[in-house]
């Protein structure tokens, strides 16, 4: 990685420097051979307190880990990296249940479960060692300006950078969209999430669990040394109370929902919260602009979707972006921005339609839906055939 340069032009300059930025800025190095002069422009370095990197786990698909060994990361993660080799789906207090296992599908893994803390790790220190990536960190974009050829952006400090496309990887609420007038639209779920990490009586075994109550879906999945990381979806008016509690006390409650596939819960870590809101960026593309990962769109947690949504974005707009490059075509063109929305609107359409479908679907207690959901989940253990869609979106098997 160079020093900040005193020309400060590049091809691309991407907003946003967590996993999404992070990702598509080695995918460009790697695909273009470091032909394009990159920036990534990052408001917090990454340590634990990064707002990327939390406490939290990311559940990466087993399509996602193909993905990142492809542009030469996975090798680094991997280390990190804890191995789901099930996934156990049930409806509390009802018959249905289906499950998933690496070892039916002929792979080593149905995804793997990495700390967004050691990832952050393992993501700065690759873009520190590419060839012809420029870290600005901490910054970030106050002011963006676009004439025909070029874009032209303002940091916190002062410094202008100008480059022929600006991708805004810069989360949920994104200030870059909102400097270019695109709109956002919100869904309030009406859930919060609950998170921590858990130690259970047996071992998980690589074991992931999904099960769905009256709140909303509980989730646990493996971890390393033996923990599990909770997802746990709940009324708001609910969560305050749930935070308050004392570790014995959530942990009870906690057993009564989940069950005790894993045996008794034997310890609770530091708890947190966040609202569930579907956000999805009103437009993908404008002019010599492009809007991915989070900013693109923010989804519920239920079926660990969000990330691995976004990485097959990122990852498909460095293959654009490497065509036109490879064409001498000009890289931040429409041309180009609409050969990447054409591949990737199908692929966003499903998968937050997926997303919010189960949402729904599995928050709704009358009586013919809990039914029909139970019919479901109970024909999928059964028959390959519907159970398939799921497992390859699951699996992040999917078109791009």
């Known amino acids: 990685m160079d020093a900040a340069p005193s020309e400060h032009d590049f091809d691309v300059v991407i907003a946003g420097g967590a996993m999404a930025g992070a990702t ?15 920036a990534v422009v990052e408001a917090v370095i990454p340590d634990n307190r990064h707002p990327g990197y939390d406490a939290r786990s990311i559940a990466l698909s087993y399509g996602s880990c193909r993905l990142l060994a492809d542009i030469g990361i996975w090798s680094g993660l991997s280390p990190f990296a804890t ?10 207090g009802h018959f249905g249940l289906t499950e998933m296992h690496a070892s039916n599908e002929g792979v080593e893994y149905l995804g793997s479960v990495v700390e967004l803390a050691d990832a952050g790790r393992v993501f700065h220190q690759a873009l520190s060692k590419a060839k012809n990536i420029t870290l600005y960190c901490p910054a970030f974009v106050t002011d963006i300006e676009r004439s025909i050829n070029q874009v032209t952006l303002t940091l916190n400090d002062g410094q202008t950078l100008t480059t022929k496309l600006m991708v805004a990887a810069d989360g949920a609420v994104s200030s870059c969209c909102d400097m270019v007038g695109i709109e956002r639209f919100e869904h309030d779920f009406q859930q919060v999430a609950l998170i921590a990490n858990v130690t259970t ?21 493996p971890m390393s040394e033996g923990r599990s990381s909770l997802v746990w979806c709940v009324k708001p008016h609910e969560a305050p109370a749930m935070l308050a509690m004392s570790d014995d006390q959530f942990a009870d409650a906690l057993q009564r929902a989940f069950g005790w596939r894993l045996g008794r819960l034997l310890h609770i870590g530091e708890r947190a919260s966040y609202p569930l809101i579907l956000r999805q960026a009103t437009r993908l593309i404008s002019h010599r602009f492009v809007v991915v990962g989070n900013a693109a769109q923010t989804l519920h947690p239920i079926a660990g ?17 490497a065509n036109a490059f490879h064409e001498e075509q000009d890289i931040g063109a429409m041309p180009m921005l609409q ?9 966003r359409d499903a998968t937050v339609a997926m997303t919010s479908g189960l949402v729904h679907g599995f928050s709704n207690t009358t009586a013919p839906l809990i039914l029909g959901r139970n019919v479901g989940l109970a024909a999928m253990s059964v028959c390959s055939e519907l159970k398939a869609p799921l497992l390859k979106r699951a699996m992040g098997l999917v078109e791009r």
């Open 201 to 221: 009586d047996m071992a998980h075994q690589g074991r992931a669990f999904e099960r769905f109550t009256q709140t909303g879906p509980v989730a646990l999945l």
């Open 305 to 321: 979707q969000g990330f691995n949504l976004g990485l097959r974005d990122v990852v498909t707009l460095a293959e654009e972006l």
């Open 83 to 92: 191995p789901i080799s099930s996934i156990h789906v049930s409806d509390r």
């Open 339 to 347: 050969a990447y929305l054409t591949r990737r609107e199908p692929d």
């Open 24 to 38: 598509l800025a080695l995918a460009i190095e790697r695909l273009t051979n470091a032909g394009l002069k990159v």
